[in-house]
T-cell receptor, first 116, second 113 residues
């Protein structure tokens, strides 16, 4: 069965520190990959997505992610975090379902706390 | 218009009440979804509608009853809920098929007393 694994449950950083959140997926077919962010009390927002092409994708708010097919990984990075990046981050895989919408499979989430 | 709207934003109901959640999109998407999300947990898929027909039911209890009256609307009818059903209920929509990025609504925060 398809699954998504996020390595860290809770990450605590100081402002200006660099961020890398790990995400590995288990799925034999071609996938679309996503990172979503959920700020406290708010709804899910798409940070970035990978469908095909350049494996290094850039998203909003200075985030980027790299798709490494051989490692089944899609890690999220940001060179310098801000207090406003405090949020829950979810990695997700969209597995193909013929004649249906994709079934979005989420990782368990990583809570990021940035100290001012 | 890349927006999915959901009403109401908040809902408090007793265990004997009947209520409905509503979701609407005007992006021409023919796949629509209901998710349930508990605090600090990922969204859990409940139902998928494809071309206005129920295509996936993730073994959701019958006290949750989805309905897709047309290609823009998705409802979730609630009846005899339990306190553990309190959660954020998210609606999403996408194109049908492989490349379908899902667009999420802001959710309805449901409290069952």
């Amino acid at each position: 069965a398809q699954s998504v694994s996020q390595h860290n449950h809770h990450v605590i950083l100081s402002e200006a520190a660099s961020l890398e959140l790990g995400c590995n997926y288990s799925y034999g077919g071609t996938v679309n990959l996503f990172w979503y962010v959920q700020y406290p009390g708010q709804h899910l927002q798409l940070l970035l997505k990978y469908f095909s092409g350049d494996p290094l994708v850039k998203g909003i708010k200075g985030f980027e992610a790299e798709f490494i097919k051989s490692k089944f990984s899609f890690n999220l990075r940001k060179p310098s975090v801000q207090w406003s990046d405090t949020a829950e981050y979810f990695c997700a895989v969209n597995a193909f379902l013929e004649r249906q919408g994709g079934k979005l499979i989420f990782g368990q989430g990583t809570e990021l706390s940035v100290k001012p | 218009d890349t927006e999915v709207t959901q009403t109401p934003k908040h809902l408090v109901m007793g265990m004997t009440n009947k209520k409905s959640l509503k979701c609407e999109q005007h992006m021409g998407h023919r796949a629509m979804y209901w998710y349930k999300q508990k605090a600090k947990k990922p969204p859990e898929l409940m139902f998928v509608y494809s071309y206005e027909k129920l295509s996936i039911n993730e073994s959701v209890p019958s006290r949750f009853s989805p309905e897709c009256p047309n290609s823009s609307l998705l409802n979730l009818h609630l009846h005899a809920l339990q306190p553990e059903d309190s959660a954020l209920y998210l609606c999403a929509s996408s194109q049908v098929g492989y490349q379908g990025q899902q667009f999420f609504g802001p959710g309805t925060r449901l409290t069952v007393l």
